[in-house]
């Protein structure tokens, strides 16, 4: 079983930037997929972003049109850690960030195909 905490949210200032990075234990997870949700007061759960191991590219990674060429997702598998770089941030940024992973090496975008989250971290973005 993986267990993931998230860390690194925080309180920024609209056109700064954060790093949210989510660690690992229990098990490795270098060919899982990992994504990052966000969840805003009164909204839904939606996705950010996923890496998904790929024999052609290694790691092949999808973003959310909201967040495109703002936010970059990586992974560190000697750290079992991946990682969330959110630049440019805005207002409407402002959610509980999620990690998480799922054994299928099919990157989705759906919350319900990843089988492992963690608890969440705040991100505040003022304006």
């Known amino acids: 079983q993986v267990q993931l905490v998230e860390s690194g949210g925080g309180l920024v200032q609209a056109g700064g930037s954060l790093r949210l990075s989510c660690a690992a234990s229990?098990?490795?997870?270098?060919?899982?997929?990992l994504g990052w949700f966000r969840q805003a007061p009164g909204k839904e759960r939606v996705f950010v972003a996923y890496?998904?191991?790929?024999?052609?590219?290694?790691?092949?990674?999808d973003y959310a049109g909201s967040v495109k060429g703002r936010f970059t997702i990586s992974r560190d598998n000697a750290l079992n850690t991946v990682y969330l770089q959110m630049n440019s941030l805005k207002p409407e940024d402002t959610a509980v960030y999620y990690c998480?992973?799922?054994?299928?090496?099919?990157?989705?975008?759906?919350?319900?195909?990843?089988?492992?989250w963690g608890q969440g971290t705040q991100v505040t973005v003022s304006s």
């Open positions: 998480a992973a799922a054994v299928s090496q099919a990157g989705s975008v759906s919350a319900s195909m990843y089988d492992y």
């Open positions: 890496q998904r191991w790929n024999t052609y590219a290694y790691y092949v990674v």
């Open positions: 229990g098990s490795t997870f270098s060919r899982y997929t």
